[in-house]
């Protein structure tokens, strides 16, 4: 004789309405964009498209790593530099570069996602977080902070990212995806 049985059915019920609410509930999808992997990012925010339904939210979300950091790694003497190197150093232009540079990113990817998003009624949002020296602590956190279901991450240029292990290992309450659609070969890990 099966305990079911004995249960009440009010708790029968109450469990069968709290899972049809969450599988009615619109699912968040957070798609990460990165700069060196341009075409796996596009190709993580059309996958994040297809699996989501009508409703459901898709964000892209751009986590950038300080421009002057990479300026000063190339740099011989720092202190011998003219008018034109101050310009260069100036606040100013390191955040119009980067500004043009999110800017331009986030346009590739709105440009390839957005018409499949809107023919299948799901939402799309596109943020440029502010830069960070570890962008994977930031995305983990913003990925909490966002409460999201799902985390869509692109293989890296050369199919061997570590970003979707990392996500896997920190990121708790929510599935993390790897698109490999465009990888050809297994990676060396």
């Not at 599988?23 to 964009?33: C, D, G, I, K, T």
């Not at 740099?75 to 999110?102: K, R, Y």
């Not at 331009?104 to 990817?109: H, P």
């Amino acid at each position: 004789m099966s305990m079911s049985m004995f249960r009440p059915l009010a708790c029968t019920a109450m469990r069968s309405f709290a899972t049809a609410a969450a599988s009615v509930a619109p699912q968040r999808f957070l798609v990460a964009v990165g700069a060196s992997d341009l075409k796996g990012s596009i190709e993580a925010a059309k996958k994040a498209v297809t699996l989501a339904k009508s409703g459901d939210n898709v964000e892209c979300v751009y986590i950038p790593r300080p421009f002057p950091e990479q300026l000063l790694t190339s740099m011989s003497d720092p202190g011998a530099h003219n008018a034109e190197g101050q310009v260069l150093f100036s606040p100013e232009f390191v955040e119009n570069i980067t500004t043009n540079a999110c800017n331009g990113i986030m346009k590739s990817v709105k440009e390839a996602v957005d018409k499949e998003a809107e023919e299948k009624g799901v939402s799309t949002h596109y943020v440029v977080r502010p830069p960070s020296n570890n962008v994977k602590v930031e995305l983990a956190q913003y990925v909490r902070d966002s409460l999201s279901n799902y985390v869509v991450v692109g293989p890296s240029s050369d199919c061997t990212g570590r970003m979707g292990q990392w996500l896997a290992r920190s990121v708790r309450g929510a599935s993390v995806i790897v698109v490999r659609d465009s990888c050809t070969h297994a990676p060396e890990w």
